[in-house]
C-alpha cells in the first residue's frame, strides 16, 4: 500500500532564507509524487510532480523537489523564501494506478516571517 | 478558461440530514474525483467518476455517493449526516488522454459544518 510521511507539521523560516519541506513515501510500485500548496480558505494547487521522467523536477514559484529511491523520499525545496510562500504545503503519492488518485501526507504549514 | 468549480461555497446542515454538493470540471477533463479535508488533515479520496460511472471507491461508508452527468460534472451525496462529516469537500478534475498519470486539479471546496 502507498503512504505519505511529511516531517515537521509546522516550518518556520526567514525571508530570503532556504525552503526545505520533507516528505518520504512508502509504495509497492514505482510512485508517482505531487506536491501541492494550499493556501488559506482555497483548495490545493499543484507546485509539481514527479513521473519517473527526471529525479529533479522543477515546479512553479521557484519550487523544486529530488526524487531519491534510495532514500524513499520527495523532498521540497526553495532558495529563497518569500512572504507569499506561506501557506499548507502536501506530499501526495498516486494510489498505484493511472488514474490519479492520491494519498495526501498531513501537511506542513510552512510561516515565513520578516 | 475556467478552472474547477465548486458550489456551493459554505454549507451549514443539522445531524440526520442530506446535502448535495456540485462540482463542474476544468475544461476538457473527463474525470471527476472526490475528496474529504477534515480540519488539520490533509485530503481523502471518497471516489472518482469516468464516463459517468464510479471507477475507484475510497474508504467511505455508502451514505457518501455521488454522480457524474453528460456534461462531466459531478455531484456529491451525503445521506443522515453526523458531526464527523464536518470538512472541506474538494473537488478535482483530470484528463486520461495519452498521461502517464493524470494530474487531478482542484476546486475551491465546498466547506460543509454539520451541527
Known amino acids: 500500500a502507498q503512504s505519505v510521511t511529511q516531517l515537521g507539521s509546522h516550518v518556520s523560516v526567514s525571508e530570503g532564507a532556504l525552503v526545505l519541506l520533507r516528505c518520504n513515501y512508502s509504495s509497492s510500485v514505482p510512485p508517482y509524487l505531487f506536491w501541492y500548496v494550499q493556501y488559506p480558505n482555497q483548495g490545493l494547487q499543484l507546485l509539481l510532480k514527479y513521473t519517473s521522467a527526471a529525479t529533479l523536477v522543477k515546479g512553479i514559484n521557484g519550487f523544486e523537489a529530488e526524487f531519491k529511491k534510495s532514500e524513499t523520499s520527495f523532498h521540497l525545496t526553495k532558495p529563497s523564501a518569500h512572504m507569499s510562500d506561506a501557506a499548507e504545503y502536501f506530499c501526495?503519492?498516486?494510489?498505484?494506478?493511472?488514474?490519479?488518485?492520491?494519498?495526501f501526507g498531513k501537511g506542513t504549514k510552512l510561516s515565513v516571517k520578516p | 478558461d475556467a478552472g474547477v468549480t465548486q458550489s456551493p461555497t459554505h454549507l451549514i446542515k443539522t445531524r440526520g440530514q442530506q446535502v448535495t454538493l456540485r462540482c463542474s470540471p476544468k475544461s476538457g477533463h473527463d474525470t471527476v474525483s472526490w475528496y474529504q479535508q477534515a480540519l488539520g488533515q490533509g485530503p481523502q479520496f471518497i471516489f472518482q467518476y469516468y464516463e459517468e460511472e464510479e471507477r475507484q471507491r475510497g474508504n467511505f461508508p455508502d451514505r457518501f455517493s455521488g454522480h457524474q452527468f453528460p456534461n462531466y460534472s459531478s455531484e456529491l451525496n451525503v445521506n443522515a449526516l453526523l458531526l464527523g462529516d464536518s470538512a472541506l469537500y474538494l473537488c478535482?478534475?483530470?484528463?486520461?488522454?495519452?498521461?502517464?498519470?493524470?494530474?487531478?486539479?482542484f476546486g475551491p471546496g465546498t466547506r460543509l459544518l454539520v451541527l
Open positions: 501526495a503519492v498516486s494510489d498505484g494506478g493511472s488514474q490519479g488518485n492520491l494519498i
Open positions: 478535482a478534475s483530470s484528463s486520461e488522454l495519452g498521461a502517464v498519470v493524470e494530474t487531478q486539479y
